[in-house]
């Protein structure tokens, strides 16, 4: 059974960079797919925030490209999330995911728990 | 940004009830669409892919149509545990966006 989980820090300073990792179990990340992150606050809903996939290519929502960087450790099973500049807009609850395909987007099948950050000094 | 526009956004029903849950996407995005079910303080759960694709696990009550810019998610005889909030999900290109939700309350 594929299980993601999420860690890092619940509050991060504004301005400061807010980094999650997201550790996979149960599936290789080297084998294939997309991996991504997707954030819900309550006032945006869900957005997507980018994918990677196992090879390092990556691809970004384009709102959020300028401060978004996406990384994958296939050692370790992870894959990170870094986003720089961060204000009160960055708060919310951060998902790790799997999408169910490799060869175009694809749904997300398989979701870590998520994680809430908040943005405060 | 292709913009998805899920309606009604709060749907009141009864259990035994049929209910539908419309998405409208900006633009045609052909068969490229999900819908997940989301439960207070728990993570997406994948119900449909490309527009009518029942993923594994999911009863059968769930049902999606639709193509191009016009879809919808029925739920034939609404149970307790349907009681959710409804997310429609395009993938269309690399630039994925989501609906805003429909909550589905108890009348």
């Known amino acids: 059974q594929v299980q993601l989980q999420e860690s890092g820090p619940g509050l991060v300073k504004p301005s400061e960079t807010l980094s999650l990792t997201c550790t996979v179990s149960?599936?290789?990340?080297?084998?294939?797919?997309?991996w991504g992150w997707i954030r819900q606050s309550p006032g945006k809903g869900l957005e997507w925030i980018g994918s990677?996939?196992?090879?390092?290519?990556?691809y970004y929502n384009p709102s959020l490209r300028s401060r978004v960087t996406i990384s994958v450790d296939t050692s370790q099973n992870q894959f990170s999330l870094k986003l720089t500049s961060v204000t009160a807009a960055d708060m919310a609850v951060y998902y790790c995911?799997?999408?169910?395909?490799?060869?175009?987007?694809?749904?997300?099948?398989?979701w870590g728990q998520g994680t809430l950050v908040t943005v405060s000094s | 940004d292709i913009q998805m526009t899920q309606s009604p956004s709060t749907l009141s029903a009864s259990v035994g009830d049929r209910v539908t849950i419309t998405c409208r996407a900006s633009?045609?995005?052909?068969?490229?669409l999900a819908w997940y079910q989301q439960k207070p303080g728990k993570a997406p759960n994948l119900l449909i892919y490309?527009?009518?694709s029942l993923e594994s696990g999911v009863p059968s009550r769930f049902s999606g149509s639709g193509s191009g810019t016009e879809f919808t998610l029925t739920i034939s005889s609404l149970q307790p545990d349907d009681f959710a909030t409804y997310y429609c999900?395009?993938?269309?290109?690399?630039?994925?966006?989501f609906g805003q939700g429909t909550r589905v309350e108890i009348k």
């Open positions: 149960g599936y290789s990340i080297s084998s294939s797919y997309y």
């Open positions: 999900h395009q993938y269309n290109n690399y630039s994925q966006t």
């Open positions: 633009q045609s995005i052909t068969s490229w």
């Open positions: 990677i996939f196992h090879s390092g290519n990556t």
């Open positions: 490309k527009a009518s």
């Open positions: 995911a799997r999408e169910g395909g490799a060869a175009r987007p694809t749904p997300f099948d398989y």
